[in-house]
């Protein structure tokens, strides 16, 4: 035996380790996966392994192991969206855009319409602001409120009486009666809205029907302003002293009130010569005559409405009726007289001005509504309402129907209410 026959049976040759189908598969699919993070051992060859990725996990199967979707998915969404899926997602935000333009312009509209309405309502809350006092104290007299008390003097002398209670009247007592003339001795313009126009304290609440109409046989000083007057519009004239004391003054209408005679004796005079002592219980005040009435036109412009005041004053040495606009846009003033039947000081029913009941009957309380416009026409409005009220009806026409109105009501008693 030579050397070489006797070194070959020493030598174990390493068996074939055979491979099946599968393990095939496997083995090559780990190999185009790349990298060994996992190591999976072979069947039958334990000190054998195949490595795996870490992100995988390969489960032997009859057939061909699936696809990598993962990769698949990602592939996909690093591509970003379709021109289709774009256009729709714009097509949805265009949508919600536009509805969210709509809802801002609709409350916007909705704001400014609400802000118009309460403008209108503030103008018509401050006009009854300022008429309101005027209705309370109507009837004031310092300190009385019994007009048959008042006699008209002059030169300070309460023994030289130009005219008695009765003749400081506009109108008579009775229907049917004779009209009183005009009182002598005072400045000519406490006739020029009307026969005693200016002394009739037995009315503190005198009111016109639908017509300017002050008193009788007006001057054309009395006349509305810009001579044109609102149709079918209400006056309402008040009578009262001022509640503040003042001192005797010519040329302007005064009561001289005396505590101790408020029931039977007070004084008006026109000279400035008060007929006594003036203390706590002798007082002078101006006496307050003013009518509201509405005009058709106002300071801002022609045929803007207004609230306009008369008022009885002095200007420089002369007496007149002075022209203030208390609010604009208010088209129209409508009045009621609250009279009460039975004297007791409540109020029966309402009557409207010239009522045959006036002016003998006890007014206690008065009605007002004001009709406020807006100072400018909205094209896209229409006002196709129709207000009722007092003795009025109206619906808006032509023009009117683009202005926007509010119309409120107020009812005001009197606190120093006359007894019949």
């Given at each position: 035996?030579?050397?070489?026959?006797?070194?070959?049976?020493?030598?174990?040759?390493?068996?074939?380790?055979?491979?099946?189908?599968?393990?095939?598969?496997?083995?090559?699919?780990?190999?185009?996966?790349?990298?060994?993070?996992?190591?999976?051992?072979?069947?039958?060859?334990?000190?054998?392994?195949?490595?795996?990725?870490?992100?995988?996990?390969?489960?032997?199967?009859?057939?061909?192991?699936?696809?990598?979707?993962?990769?698949?998915?990602?592939?996909?969404?690093?591509?970003?969206?379709?021109?289709?899926?774009?256009?729709?997602?714009?097509?949805?935000?265009?949508?919600?855009?536009?509805?969210?333009?709509?809802?801002?312009?609709?409350?916007?509209?909705?704001?400014?319409v609400n802000e118009r309405v309460a403008r209108l309502q503030e103008q018509a809350r401050?006009?009854?602001?300022?008429?309101?006092?005027?209705?309370?104290?109507?009837?004031?007299?310092?300190?009385?409120?019994?007009?048959?008390?008042?006699?008209?003097?002059?030169?300070?002398?309460?023994?030289?009486?130009?005219?008695?209670a009765p003749a400081l009247r506009q109108f008579p007592l009775q229907s049917g009666g004779?009209?009183?003339?005009?009182?002598?001795?005072?400045?000519?313009?406490?006739?020029?809205?009307?026969?005693?126009?200016?002394?009739?304290?037995?009315?503190?609440?005198?009111?016109?029907?639908?017509?300017?109409?002050?008193?009788?046989?007006?001057?054309?000083?009395?006349?509305?302003?810009?001579?044109?007057?609102?149709?079918?519009?209400d006056t309402l004239t008040l009578r009262r002293v001022a509640t503040q004391t003042a001192?005797?003054?010519?040329?302007?209408?005064?009561?001289?009130?005396?505590?101790?005679?408020?029931?039977?004796?007070?004084?008006?005079?026109?000279?400035?010569?008060?007929?006594?002592?003036?203390?706590?219980?002798?007082?002078?005040?101006?006496?307050?005559?003013?009518?509201?009435?509405?005009?058709?036109?106002?300071?801002?412009?022609?045929?803007?409405?207004?609230?306009?005041?008369?008022?009885?004053?002095?200007?420089?040495?002369?007496?007149?009726?002075?022209?203030?606009?208390?609010?604009?846009?208010?088209?129209?003033?409508?009045?009621?007289?609250?009279?009460?039947?039975?004297?007791?000081?409540?109020?029966?029913?309402?009557?409207?001005?010239?009522?045959?009941?006036?002016?003998?009957?006890?007014?206690?309380?008065?009605?007002?509504?004001?009709?406020?416009?807006?100072?400018?026409?909205?094209?896209?409005?229409?006002?196709?309402?129709?207000?009722?009220?007092?003795?009025?009806?109206?619906?808006?026409?032509?023009?009117?129907?683009?202005?926007?109105?509010?119309?409120?009501?107020?009812?005001?008693?009197?606190?120093?209410?006359?007894?019949?």
């Amino acid at each position: 035996m030579d050397a070489r026959a006797a070194i070959e049976p020493e030598i174990a040759i390493e068996p074939e380790i055979a491979i099946e189908p599968e393990i095939a598969v496997e083995l090559e699919v780990a190999v185009e996966l790349g990298t060994a993070a996992d190591a999976v051992a072979m069947p039958g060859a334990p000190d054998r392994v195949i490595a795996m990725p870490a992100s995988r996990t390969m489960t032997p199967t009859s057939g061909l192991a699936p696809p990598n979707l993962s990769r698949s998915c990602v592939l996909r969404s690093a591509a970003g969206f379709t021109l289709i899926e774009l256009m729709i997602a714009m097509a949805m935000s265009l949508v919600t855009v536009v509805a969210a333009l709509q809802m801002l312009a609709t409350g916007r509209e909705a704001y400014r319409v609400n802000e118009r309405v309460a403008r209108l309502q503030e103008q018509a809350r401050t006009a009854f602001a300022v008429i309101e006092p005027d209705i309370e104290m109507a009837g004031f007299y310092g300190f009385t409120r019994a007009a048959d008390t008042v006699s008209l003097i002059h030169s300070g002398d309460v023994g030289a009486v130009l005219a008695f209670a009765p003749a400081l009247r506009q109108f008579p007592l009775q229907s049917g009666g004779a009209l009183p003339v005009a009182v002598s001795g005072l400045p000519a313009g406490a006739h020029s809205c009307g026969v005693n126009f200016a002394i009739d304290v037995s009315m503190p609440v005198q009111a016109s029907n639908n017509t300017f109409a002050l008193g009788r046989s007006p001057t054309s000083s009395c006349k509305p302003y810009q001579g044109r007057a609102q149709e079918g519009a209400d006056t309402l004239t008040l009578r009262r002293v001022a509640t503040q004391t003042a001192i005797p003054e010519p040329n302007r209408l005064q009561i001289y009130a005396v505590r101790d005679t408020s029931l039977s004796a007070q004084f008006i005079f026109a000279d400035g010569s008060a007929p006594g002592p003036i203390d706590d219980d002798h007082q002078v005040h101006d006496l307050i005559v003013r009518t509201y009435y509405i005009a058709r036109d106002s300071v801002g412009g022609r045929d803007a409405p207004a609230l306009r005041v008369k008022s009885l004053t002095r200007s420089g040495t002369a007496l007149i009726f002075d022209e203030d606009e208390v609010m604009t846009g208010v088209e129209d003033l409508q009045v009621q007289l609250g009279v009460s039947a039975d004297g007791s000081g409540r109020v029966s029913h309402y009557v409207d001005p010239g009522s045959p009941e006036l002016p003998a009957a006890q007014v206690v309380s008065v009605r007002l509504w004001l009709r406020v416009r807006a100072d400018a026409a909205e094209p896209a409005f229409v006002d196709s309402r129709t207000y009722r009220y007092a003795d009025v009806e109206y619906t808006p026409s032509g023009s009117e129907r683009n202005f926007r109105r509010v119309l409120l009501s107020r009812t005001v008693t009197l606190r120093n209410a006359r007894s019949t």
